[in-house]
Protein backbone atom coordinates (compact mmCIF):
# COMPACT_ATOMS: atom_id res chain seq x y z
CA UNK A 1 0.00 0.00 0.00
CA UNK A 2 3.05 2.21 0.91
CA UNK A 3 4.30 2.22 -2.49
CA UNK A 4 1.08 2.34 -4.50
CA UNK A 5 0.49 5.45 -2.06
CA UNK A 6 3.92 6.65 -3.52
CA UNK A 7 3.06 5.99 -6.96
CA UNK A 8 1.43 8.65 -9.80
CA UNK A 9 -2.28 7.65 -9.41
CA UNK A 10 -5.04 10.02 -9.90
CA UNK A 11 -6.17 10.58 -5.79
CA UNK A 12 -2.45 10.41 -5.25
CA UNK A 13 -1.17 12.95 -2.50
CA UNK A 14 1.38 13.62 -0.30
CA UNK A 15 -1.00 13.44 2.53
CA UNK A 16 -2.20 10.11 1.59
CA UNK A 17 1.84 8.89 0.63
CA UNK A 18 2.52 10.47 4.04
CA UNK A 19 0.17 8.24 6.01
CA UNK A 20 1.04 4.97 4.10
CA UNK A 21 4.28 5.28 5.06
CA UNK A 22 3.94 5.70 8.61
CA UNK A 23 1.81 3.03 8.65
CA UNK A 24 4.06 0.85 7.21
CA UNK A 25 6.67 2.02 9.92
CA UNK A 26 4.41 1.51 12.84
CA UNK A 27 3.59 -1.71 11.61
CA UNK A 28 6.97 -2.99 11.14
CA UNK A 29 8.18 -1.03 14.70
CA UNK A 30 5.46 -3.07 16.14
CA UNK A 31 6.12 -6.32 15.18
CA UNK A 32 9.92 -5.44 15.93
CA UNK A 33 10.72 -7.23 12.36
CA UNK A 34 14.38 -4.50 12.33
CA UNK A 35 15.30 -6.76 15.30
CA UNK A 36 14.96 -10.14 14.27
CA UNK A 37 18.62 -10.42 14.16
CA UNK A 38 19.67 -8.87 17.40
CA UNK A 39 21.25 -12.06 19.04
CA UNK A 40 23.26 -13.08 16.05
CA UNK A 41 26.52 -12.69 16.29
CA UNK A 42 27.56 -11.76 12.58
CA UNK A 43 24.88 -8.98 12.73
CA UNK A 44 25.90 -5.14 12.35
CA UNK A 45 24.20 -3.02 14.96
CA UNK A 46 23.87 1.10 15.19
CA UNK A 47 24.04 3.04 17.91
CA UNK A 48 21.55 6.03 18.86
CA UNK A 49 23.71 9.45 17.65
CA UNK A 50 26.25 7.77 15.86
CA UNK A 51 27.22 7.27 12.02
CA UNK A 52 26.23 3.89 10.73
CA UNK A 53 29.54 2.34 10.12
CA UNK A 54 29.74 -1.19 9.58
CA UNK A 55 32.78 -2.93 11.12
CA UNK A 56 34.70 -5.42 9.31
CA UNK A 57 36.82 -8.56 10.53
CA UNK A 58 40.69 -7.44 11.13
CA UNK A 59 43.06 -8.89 8.29
CA UNK A 60 39.85 -8.45 5.33
CA UNK A 61 41.57 -7.66 2.19
CA UNK A 62 38.82 -6.59 -0.34
CA UNK A 63 38.87 -8.53 -3.76
CA UNK A 64 39.71 -6.51 -7.27
CA UNK A 65 36.81 -7.34 -8.75
CA UNK A 66 33.08 -9.01 -7.52
CA UNK A 67 31.61 -12.40 -8.09
CA UNK A 68 27.88 -11.96 -7.12
CA UNK A 69 26.33 -13.06 -10.56
CA UNK A 70 25.23 -16.20 -10.89
CA UNK A 71 23.16 -16.66 -8.19
CA UNK A 72 19.24 -17.90 -7.95
CA UNK A 73 17.07 -14.72 -6.73
CA UNK A 74 14.47 -16.11 -5.75
CA UNK A 75 13.18 -19.71 -4.24
CA UNK A 76 11.66 -20.71 -7.25
CA UNK A 77 14.47 -18.78 -10.07
CA UNK A 78 16.86 -20.81 -12.02
CA UNK A 79 20.28 -19.35 -11.85
CA UNK A 80 21.34 -16.49 -13.80
CA UNK A 81 24.04 -16.85 -15.87
CA UNK A 82 23.49 -13.65 -18.40
CA UNK A 83 25.37 -10.56 -17.32
CA UNK A 84 23.24 -7.67 -18.97
CA UNK A 85 20.05 -9.58 -17.47
CA UNK A 86 21.56 -9.95 -13.91
CA UNK A 87 22.94 -6.34 -14.38
CA UNK A 88 19.38 -5.22 -14.20
CA UNK A 89 18.38 -7.50 -11.04
CA UNK A 90 18.33 -6.00 -7.65
CA UNK A 91 17.35 -9.71 -5.39
CA UNK A 92 19.87 -10.90 -3.88
CA UNK A 93 20.26 -14.59 -3.49
CA UNK A 94 18.00 -17.33 -1.81
CA UNK A 95 19.55 -20.91 -0.71
CA UNK A 96 16.76 -23.49 -2.58
CA UNK A 97 16.79 -25.91 0.20
CA UNK A 98 16.05 -23.46 2.94
CA UNK A 99 13.26 -24.70 5.79
CA UNK A 100 10.15 -22.31 5.85
CA UNK A 101 11.07 -20.99 8.93
CA UNK A 102 14.24 -19.50 7.54
CA UNK A 103 12.15 -18.61 4.47
CA UNK A 104 10.41 -16.51 6.39
CA UNK A 105 13.26 -14.92 8.54
CA UNK A 106 14.51 -13.77 4.95
CA UNK A 107 11.21 -12.78 3.71
CA UNK A 108 10.62 -10.27 6.80
CA UNK A 109 14.54 -8.99 6.62
CA UNK A 110 13.87 -7.73 2.66
CA UNK A 111 10.49 -6.51 4.09
CA UNK A 112 11.88 -4.27 6.45
CA UNK A 113 14.97 -3.50 3.76
CA UNK A 114 12.63 -2.36 1.23
CA UNK A 115 10.58 -0.44 3.81
CA UNK A 116 13.62 1.68 3.96
CA UNK A 117 14.27 2.54 0.22
CA UNK A 118 10.62 3.55 0.74
CA UNK A 119 11.51 5.78 3.38
CA UNK A 120 14.98 7.34 1.96
CA UNK A 121 12.90 8.06 -1.19
CA UNK A 122 10.80 10.21 1.18
CA UNK A 123 13.69 11.45 2.58
CA UNK A 124 15.78 12.16 -0.04
CA UNK A 125 12.48 14.25 -1.86
CA UNK A 126 12.54 16.21 1.34
CA UNK A 127 15.78 17.00 1.39
CA UNK A 128 15.53 18.25 -2.32
CA UNK A 129 12.67 20.22 -1.89
CA UNK A 130 13.83 21.72 1.02
CA UNK A 131 10.68 20.40 3.38
CA UNK A 132 11.30 18.69 6.78
CA UNK A 133 10.79 14.78 6.49
CA UNK A 134 8.76 13.06 9.10
CA UNK A 135 9.90 10.92 12.05
CA UNK A 136 9.86 7.57 10.68
CA UNK A 137 11.53 4.96 13.23
CA UNK A 138 12.81 3.23 9.81
CA UNK A 139 14.79 6.26 9.04
CA UNK A 140 17.17 5.84 12.54
CA UNK A 141 19.76 3.23 11.93
CA UNK A 142 20.04 2.39 15.49
CA UNK A 143 16.75 0.53 15.33
CA UNK A 144 18.14 -2.53 12.50
CA UNK A 145 19.36 -5.30 13.92
CA UNK A 146 19.49 -6.57 11.00
CA UNK A 147 21.08 -8.88 8.77
CA UNK A 148 21.74 -7.17 4.89
CA UNK A 149 19.31 -8.94 1.85
CA UNK A 150 21.09 -12.20 1.17
CA UNK A 151 23.75 -11.87 4.22
CA UNK A 152 22.30 -15.09 5.95
CA UNK A 153 22.95 -17.08 2.00
CA UNK A 154 26.42 -16.25 2.11
CA UNK A 155 27.67 -17.04 5.39
CA UNK A 156 26.20 -20.42 4.78
CA UNK A 157 29.61 -22.99 4.42
CA UNK A 158 28.74 -24.38 1.29
CA UNK A 159 27.99 -20.29 -0.32
CA UNK A 160 31.42 -18.57 0.69
CA UNK A 161 32.81 -16.47 -1.81
CA UNK A 162 35.60 -17.97 -3.11
CA UNK A 163 36.88 -14.17 -4.30
CA UNK A 164 36.84 -13.83 -0.32
CA UNK A 165 34.14 -11.12 -0.99
CA UNK A 166 32.67 -10.30 2.65
CA UNK A 167 28.80 -10.61 2.84
CA UNK A 168 28.67 -6.96 4.31
CA UNK A 169 29.88 -5.95 1.24
CA UNK A 170 27.72 -7.72 -1.36
CA UNK A 171 25.93 -5.43 -3.95
CA UNK A 172 22.66 -5.60 -1.63
CA UNK A 173 24.19 -5.08 1.88
CA UNK A 174 26.06 -1.73 0.00
CA UNK A 175 22.79 -0.37 -1.02
CA UNK A 176 21.30 -0.62 1.94
CA UNK A 177 24.30 0.73 4.04
CA UNK A 178 24.22 3.98 1.53
CA UNK A 179 20.52 4.39 2.76
CA UNK A 180 21.11 4.16 6.41
CA UNK A 181 24.14 6.56 5.75
CA UNK A 182 21.81 8.77 4.05
CA UNK A 183 19.22 9.03 6.49
CA UNK A 184 21.58 9.20 9.95
CA UNK A 185 22.61 12.63 7.83
CA UNK A 186 18.91 13.17 7.00
CA UNK A 187 17.73 13.01 10.81
CA UNK A 188 18.24 16.57 12.90
CA UNK A 189 19.65 16.02 16.45
CA UNK A 190 19.88 18.99 18.24
CA UNK A 191 21.88 17.88 21.08
CA UNK A 192 24.80 17.51 19.50
CA UNK A 193 27.83 19.63 20.85
CA UNK A 194 29.76 20.77 17.83
CA UNK A 195 32.54 18.20 18.59
CA UNK A 196 29.39 15.81 18.45
CA UNK A 197 28.63 16.80 15.13
CA UNK A 198 32.15 17.22 13.82
CA UNK A 199 32.60 13.56 14.96
CA UNK A 200 29.94 11.92 13.21
CA UNK A 201 30.76 13.88 9.90
CA UNK A 202 33.83 12.38 9.72
CA UNK A 203 32.64 9.29 10.57
CA UNK A 204 30.10 9.43 7.90
CA UNK A 205 32.54 10.64 5.09
CA UNK A 206 34.74 7.69 6.19
CA UNK A 207 32.21 5.01 6.29
CA UNK A 208 31.13 6.36 2.65
CA UNK A 209 34.55 6.67 1.29
CA UNK A 210 34.29 2.43 2.33
CA UNK A 211 31.02 2.11 0.73
CA UNK A 212 32.41 3.80 -2.43
CA UNK A 213 35.68 1.82 -2.19
CA UNK A 214 33.54 -1.55 -2.12
CA UNK A 215 31.27 -0.15 -4.79
CA UNK A 216 34.00 0.15 -7.50
CA UNK A 217 34.54 -3.64 -7.58
CA UNK A 218 31.27 -4.40 -8.33
CA UNK A 219 30.90 -5.36 -12.01
CA UNK A 220 27.57 -7.31 -11.44
CA UNK A 221 24.92 -3.98 -11.67
CA UNK A 222 24.82 -0.99 -14.17
CA UNK A 223 23.99 1.08 -11.56
CA UNK A 224 26.76 0.49 -8.92
CA UNK A 225 28.78 3.76 -9.74
CA UNK A 226 25.52 6.31 -8.97
CA UNK A 227 26.45 6.58 -5.41
CA UNK A 228 25.45 9.30 -3.13
CA UNK A 229 28.70 10.77 -1.95
CA UNK A 230 27.52 14.51 -3.27
CA UNK A 231 24.26 14.16 -1.54
CA UNK A 232 25.58 12.85 2.09
CA UNK A 233 28.02 15.80 1.83
CA UNK A 234 25.74 18.67 1.20
CA UNK A 235 22.95 17.34 3.47
CA UNK A 236 25.76 16.59 6.24
CA UNK A 237 27.16 20.02 5.60
CA UNK A 238 23.26 21.39 5.68
CA UNK A 239 22.12 19.32 8.81
CA UNK A 240 25.16 19.76 10.83
CA UNK A 241 25.83 23.37 10.60
CA UNK A 242 25.65 25.87 13.89
CA UNK A 243 26.57 29.15 14.38
CA UNK A 244 29.69 29.04 14.48
CA UNK A 245 30.41 27.49 10.87
CA UNK A 246 32.04 24.91 12.07
CA UNK A 247 30.63 22.97 8.94
CA UNK A 248 29.72 25.54 6.28
CA UNK A 249 27.07 24.78 3.61
CA UNK A 250 28.97 24.33 -0.18
CA UNK A 251 29.15 21.99 -2.30
CA UNK A 252 32.12 20.40 -3.81
CA UNK A 253 32.41 21.52 -7.73
CA UNK A 254 34.12 18.03 -8.18
CA UNK A 255 31.72 16.00 -6.23
CA UNK A 256 28.82 17.81 -8.17
CA UNK A 257 30.49 17.25 -11.68
CA UNK A 258 30.96 13.68 -10.69
CA UNK A 259 27.48 13.12 -9.46
CA UNK A 260 26.06 14.87 -12.59
CA UNK A 261 28.46 12.41 -15.20
CA UNK A 262 26.61 9.28 -13.33
CA UNK A 263 23.07 10.74 -13.34
CA UNK A 264 23.59 12.12 -17.37
CA UNK A 265 24.54 7.94 -17.62
CA UNK A 266 21.18 7.66 -15.67
CA UNK A 267 19.51 10.07 -17.96
CA UNK A 268 20.66 8.41 -21.23
CA UNK A 269 19.89 5.17 -20.56
CA UNK A 270 16.18 6.32 -19.36
CA UNK A 271 16.27 8.30 -22.43
CA UNK A 272 16.62 5.01 -24.53
CA UNK A 273 13.81 3.27 -22.35
CA UNK A 274 11.41 6.38 -23.74
CA UNK A 275 12.56 5.62 -26.92
CA UNK A 276 11.08 2.02 -26.60
CA UNK A 277 7.83 2.18 -24.62
CA UNK A 278 5.19 -0.40 -26.40
CA UNK A 279 8.07 -2.81 -26.26
CA UNK A 280 9.80 -4.83 -23.86
CA UNK A 281 12.75 -2.59 -23.24
CA UNK A 282 10.30 0.12 -22.75
CA UNK A 283 8.92 -1.66 -19.04
CA UNK A 284 11.36 0.45 -16.77
CA UNK A 285 8.86 3.48 -17.18
CA UNK A 286 6.05 2.00 -18.41
CA UNK A 287 5.55 -0.88 -15.19
CA UNK A 288 7.28 1.69 -12.66
CA UNK A 289 4.51 4.53 -11.47
CA UNK A 290 6.30 5.32 -8.38
CA UNK A 291 9.24 6.82 -10.36
CA UNK A 292 8.18 10.18 -11.11
CA UNK A 293 8.70 11.34 -7.52
CA UNK A 294 12.68 10.18 -8.07
CA UNK A 295 12.63 12.14 -11.25
CA UNK A 296 11.06 15.26 -9.84
CA UNK A 297 13.61 14.55 -7.43
CA UNK A 298 16.46 14.97 -9.52
CA UNK A 299 15.38 17.81 -11.19
CA UNK A 300 14.93 19.68 -8.17
CA UNK A 301 18.51 18.76 -7.20
CA UNK A 302 20.23 20.11 -10.58
CA UNK A 303 18.20 23.47 -10.25
CA UNK A 304 19.66 23.49 -6.26
CA UNK A 305 23.56 22.71 -7.99
CA UNK A 306 22.94 25.62 -10.16
CA UNK A 307 21.62 27.70 -7.53
CA UNK A 308 24.71 27.33 -5.39
CA UNK A 309 26.84 27.28 -8.53
CA UNK A 310 25.63 29.14 -11.66
CA UNK A 311 28.41 27.95 -13.31
CA UNK A 312 27.22 24.28 -13.59
CA UNK A 313 25.29 24.92 -17.02
CA UNK A 314 25.52 20.54 -17.12
CA UNK A 315 23.07 20.86 -13.96
CA UNK A 316 20.79 22.71 -16.20
CA UNK A 317 21.05 20.01 -19.26
CA UNK A 318 20.41 17.45 -16.99
CA UNK A 319 17.17 18.96 -15.59
CA UNK A 320 15.82 19.08 -18.93
CA UNK A 321 17.03 15.37 -18.97
CA UNK A 322 15.19 14.40 -16.87
CA UNK A 323 11.99 16.41 -17.70
CA UNK A 324 11.31 14.19 -20.43
CA UNK A 325 10.71 10.66 -17.64
CA UNK A 326 8.94 12.55 -16.00
CA UNK A 327 6.57 14.10 -18.56
CA UNK A 328 6.72 10.61 -20.06
CA UNK A 329 5.22 9.07 -16.63
CA UNK A 330 2.52 11.89 -16.33
CA UNK A 331 1.55 10.80 -19.17
CA UNK A 332 1.30 7.26 -18.83
CA UNK A 333 0.00 7.62 -15.03
CA UNK A 334 -1.96 11.09 -14.74
CA UNK A 335 -1.88 12.45 -11.56
CA UNK A 336 -2.95 16.10 -10.86
CA UNK A 337 -0.61 16.20 -7.85
CA UNK A 338 2.45 15.63 -9.89
CA UNK A 339 1.53 17.30 -13.24
CA UNK A 340 1.51 20.19 -10.74
CA UNK A 341 4.49 19.91 -9.23
CA UNK A 342 6.17 19.59 -12.75
CA UNK A 343 4.75 22.39 -14.36
CA UNK A 344 6.40 24.07 -10.87
CA UNK A 345 9.74 22.68 -12.07
CA UNK A 346 9.75 23.08 -15.92
CA UNK A 347 8.54 27.20 -14.58
CA UNK A 348 11.87 27.19 -12.73
CA UNK A 349 14.16 25.44 -14.59
CA UNK A 350 12.87 27.83 -17.88
CA UNK A 351 13.74 30.58 -15.31
CA UNK A 352 17.52 29.37 -14.58
CA UNK A 353 17.44 28.29 -18.29
CA UNK A 354 17.14 32.10 -19.36
CA UNK A 355 19.31 33.26 -16.94
CA UNK A 356 22.45 31.16 -17.83
CA UNK A 357 21.48 31.58 -21.54
CA UNK A 358 20.44 28.05 -22.41
CA UNK A 359 17.90 27.02 -24.30
CA UNK A 360 14.55 26.46 -22.14
CA UNK A 361 13.44 22.86 -22.19
CA UNK A 362 11.22 21.60 -24.75
CA UNK A 363 7.52 21.95 -24.15
CA UNK A 364 5.86 18.35 -22.86
CA UNK A 365 4.77 17.33 -26.21
CA UNK A 366 7.72 17.24 -27.66
CA UNK A 367 8.95 15.09 -25.22
CA UNK A 368 6.66 12.39 -25.38
CA UNK A 369 7.68 9.25 -27.85
CA UNK A 370 6.27 8.46 -31.03
CA UNK A 371 3.67 6.02 -29.62
CA UNK A 372 1.38 9.07 -27.84
CA UNK A 373 1.22 10.69 -31.64
CA UNK A 374 -0.04 7.56 -33.75
Given at each position: MALF??????????????????????????????????????????????????????????PLRCSCIGYPSSPSSPLVQDHLAQSYSFNPP?????????????????LCWCALTLVSNHTAYCSAFHTEPMELTLADPSNFSLL????AYERMPAHHQASGQSPKESIWALYCRSMLLWNSCVRRDEALSTDERANFAIDVFQETREVQDALNMHVCNLDTGLITRMAITYELRRRLQD???????????????????????????????????????GHVLACRPFLATWFSS????????????????RALELAKAFLVPLDVLNALWPCPAQASNRDELRRKLEIACTSAHLHPPPPIEANLPPIFHR
Open positions: ESSAHPLYSPERANNALQLLDRIIHVLSLTSIDHDNPNVSSFQPRLAPVVDMPNGYQRWDLQWPETEIRKEECRRFPGEGSDVVPVTVDRRQAEEWLFYQEQVATRVKESVLQLGEAEQVAICLSLWDYNRSLH
